[in-house]
């Protein structure tokens, strides 16, 4: 709930395509910001394999058996499971899996490329050459998508924040309470890193043990878990630092029970058309900037070096990285 406040002011995007490539817009360009194609509404998805069941709850159990993360597995056998519903069930007359061929997973994909975009039909296509690759391999059976390749995914263009709509948030969350001393901190934080908002949310820490803490202000440094459980140490600058360590000041006296969270919420400015609500945490104010945009797109490059394949985020100390 507390990100809400200051998540809710960036993006409705599902996925983060090309997170790790941000643009840089032209000075001449600054005031505008990129047109943004709003994202289609969620089919819903058959997923009643029937004869194909088994092997698909077989599958399921591999995955899980070599460790993959539960959203992988849930992503691999989610796309099976379709294939086998909407393709085999409804438009073949195939009732087992030896009686698939190329051409079948081939009419799939032209299905998804004339409904989906390319870089989603490539992740159905992986996820199905992880799956028959699997069968071949268990049941000693022909792999139908030996020889095929994945859809060509075209690249493309990353939207980017101009710096006075950053400067924007910031302004909204500018202030003394409980509530905006999280959303500073909140958004000083991503903007800095460009991490995951559940990323951010996992953030743990402990001033009595900091074995058990993910963050290290002296350091300014923040451990969080990426893909696969591989660990990420994101730095960050010393107003990001600045912010965390006054939120956590006041988060301390709202434990303590010397002040209570949103108390003084009543603070914030709200524009001269909104009127005035209860306070507390799901009160925020809007600020002039795309509602179709992540987080990390206000982040600048991740670059991969590091001991022990750590992906480090590299910043000069005094950087100001809202502004690239």
């Known amino acids: 709930m507390a990100l809400r406040v200051i998540i809710s002011r960036f993006s409705d995007l599902r996925k983060r395509s090309g997170a790790d490539e941000f643009a840089v817009a032209e000075p001449q360009e600054e005031r505008k910001t990129m047109a943004i194609t709003q994202p289609r509404p969620r089919r819903v998805k058959p997923l009643d394999a029937g004869p194909f069941a088994p092997e698909i709850g077989s599958f399921r159990l591999h995955l899980a058996a070599e460790g993959k993360a539960p959203k992988t597995v849930r992503t691999y056998v989610e796309a099976v499971a379709w294939f086998a519903a909407a393709h085999l069930i409804e438009r073949t007359r195939c009732t087992r899996w030896d009686e698939v061929s190329c051409h079948d997973v081939q009419r799939w994909l032209i299905y998804l490329l004339t409904r989906y975009s390319d870089a989603y039909a490539s992740n159905q296509f992986r996820a199905l050459q992880q799956f028959f690759r699997w069968l071949a391999d268990e049941e000693q059976l022909a792999?139908?998508?030996a020889g095929l390749r994945a859809p060509k995914v075209r690249e493309k263009l990353v939207p980017v924040f101009t710096s006075e709509e950053l400067s924007a948030l910031a302004k909204a969350c500018q202030g003394?309470?409980?509530g905006q001393r999280r959303d500073a901190a909140i958004f000083?934080?991503?903007?800095?890193?460009?991490?995951?908002?559940?990323e951010l949310a996992g953030i743990r820490y402990d001033p009595l043990d900091p074995r058990r803490s993910d963050l290290d202000l002296w350091a300014r440094e923040i451990t969080v878990p990426g893909k696969g459980g591989k660990a990420q140490v994101v730095r960050i600058g010393h107003e990001a630092a600045r912010a965390l360590d006054r939120y956590m000041r006041v988060a301390a006296r709202a434990v303590a029970g010397d002040e209570q969270p949103g108390a003084d919420d009543s603070e914030r400015d709200l524009p001269d058309d909104q009127p005035p609500g209860p306070a507390g945490?799901?009160?925020c104010v809007d600020a002039p900037v795309p509602v179709s945009l992540q987080p990390y797109l206000a982040g600048p490059r991740r670059q991969r070096r590091g001991p022990d394949g750590a992906e480090w985020l590299v910043l000069s100390a005094d950087a100001a990285p809202l502004w690239r």
């Open 143 to 145: 792999d139908p998508m």
């Open 176 to 178: 003394r309470s409980f």
């Open 188 to 198: 000083a934080v991503l903007t800095a890193t460009g991490i995951r908002a559940g």
């Open 281 to 283: 945490r799901d009160r």
